[in-house]
């Protein structure tokens, strides 16, 4: 898989960086449900979307009972507002530079397919001084909310974009979501699972290649003949 692929598609915050690691993703899913209850609102979502941890099960929530509306836009600005407070303090995966570089290097297309704010992407991209592997080949989150993964409508777009055919990719994910967005593009996927709860969720949600560090991914490149 990673030696045939000639267009690799990265998930942002897990395989390239932990975009929360210093501004928590909980307190800014509490930051925006302090928002909704500010106006009112508290009552849109379930105690469990209420309970959950992860900023986007909020936004989707909403968006879920109030489809287009300027509710969601304001809402999904918030979101991006905050990953962008986060982006500073992100922290780079092991050997996610390296590796990238190397599959540039090697002549391989890299696309980024995530449902983080194209603009944090970017900024975190230049910061890193890796934004010519990708750019313009960034697609993340719109305010068309039902299409963020695990619809694959962002690999989707990738894919046609570069005119390449789904069996010559490659989808790099940590997540459930990941996984069935690629599963549904007909791209083959490799997971990468940090810790064993992360890998429990992925062979759980059915993915069969697992990886624990980038750098098992580097050296099969560098061993390349």
Known sequence: MITAARVVLWDLDGPICRLFAGHHANLVADELLRWLEARGLHGLLTEAERESPDPH?????????HPGSDLVAELE???????????????????ADPLILTWTA????????????PRVVRKYLEQRGLDSCFVPHIYGRTQDLHLLKPDP?????????????ASSALMIGDSPVDYRAAR???IPFLGYARNAPKAKLLRDAGAGHLVESLEQVL???RARP
């Open 219 to 221: 050296q099969v490149l």
């Open 77 to 95: 600005e918030r979101l991006t507002q905050e990953e962008l407070k986060a982006m500073p303090s992100a922290m780079p995966t092991a050997f």
């Open 184 to 186: 549904a593009a007909g």
């Open 57 to 65: 099960v909020v936004l989707s929530a909403v968006d879920l009972r």
């Open 106 to 117: 090697l002549g391989v297309r890299q696309v980024i397919a995530t449902n983080n704010s």
């Open 153 to 165: 409508h962002a690999v989707n777009r990738a894919l046609g974009a570069l005119g390449a055919e």
